[in-house]
């Protein structure tokens, strides 16, 4: 059973910066996609960022970029994202996700395994 915990959220002032990690277990990753999604109250998940865990390939949503960093640790099954100059907007709860396969990697139907979530809060 494949597990993802993540962990690194905490409260910060605006232009502060988090480091996200996502520790994964019960799997050994091939050319798996794994991903950074964030939601807020009432509103849908939106994609982050992902890679592949083979190191093929990167992709990140617009509103990131510059500011956040996706990379992996294959020799610790994990995956973090360093966000730098964080804003009020980038509040959330950050989850990541495994997907075994997918086309469309901001698509959160495509992703079959969740973490719980962490919560990042960005103050004014």
């Known amino acids: 059973q494949v597990r993802l915990v993540e962990s690194g959220g905490g409260l910060v002032q605006a232009g502060g910066s988090l480091s996200l990690s996502c520790a994964s277990s019960g799997r050994a990753f091939s050319d798996d996609t794994v991903a950074w999604f964030r939601q807020v109250p009432e509103k849908k998940r939106e994609y982050v960022a992902g890679?592949?865990?083979?190191?093929?390939?990167?992709s990140k949503t617009d509103s990131i970029e510059g500011r956040f960093t996706i990379s992996m640790d294959p020799a610790k099954s994990t995956m973090n994202l360093q966000m730098n100059n964080l804003e009020p907007a980038d509040t959330a709860v950050y989850y990541c996700?495994?997907?075994?396969?997918?086309?469309?990697?901001?698509?959160?139907?495509?992703?079959?395994?969740w973490g719980r979530g962490t919560q990042v809060t960005v103050s004014s």
């Open positions: 996700a495994l997907s075994l396969f997918t086309t469309d990697w901001s698509d959160p139907a495509t992703y079959d395994y």
């Open positions: 890679l592949r865990w083979s190191g093929g390939a990167a």
